[in-house]
């Protein structure tokens, strides 16, 4: 399985951002997908979840009403459309996959890309 994450770029607070995750991997609707960051210095945290039909999403509260994510089964895509943004949000974003478990904890997620930053100025 790979993941394949682009979309991060330099924006100022309040921008957009959409962040795409191709996958390389035979049923790619069998996974549910999640997304993580980490900021410098910190540890790596949950954004948010979606699971493998696409009808059950979960985000952590920070970014609950801000970011969205998604999924199209048939381009192996799972996106996160980031709004409102702010300066806390800046860091490496990472797309994993995940058959169970709690689908906030990265040590339930089999496979991992490889980051895509995203950095956010006030």
């Known amino acids: 399985v790979q993941l394949q994450a682009s979309g991060g770029g330099a924006v100022q607070a309040g921008g957009s951002l959409r962040l795409s995750c191709a996958a390389s991997?035979?049923?790619?609707?069998?996974?549910?997908m999640g997304w993580f960051r980490q900021a410098p210095g910190k540890e790596r945290e949950f954004v948010a979840h979606?699971?493998?039909?696409?009808?059950?999403?979960l985000y952590a509260d920070s970014v609950k009403g801000r970011f969205t994510i998604s999924r199209d089964n048939a381009a192996n895509t799972v996106y996160l459309q980031m709004d409102s943004l702010k300066p806390e949000d800046t860091g490496v974003y990472f797309c994993?996959?995940?058959?169970?478990?709690?689908?906030?904890?990265?040590?339930?997620?089999?496979?991992w890309g490889q980051g895509t930053k995203v950095t956010v100025s006030s």
């Open positions: 979606i699971s493998w039909g696409g009808g059950s999403t």
């Open positions: 994993a996959a995940r058959i169970g478990g709690r689908p906030d904890r990265f040590e339930n997620y089999d496979y």
């Open positions: 991997v035979r049923d790619f609707e069998n996974y549910g």
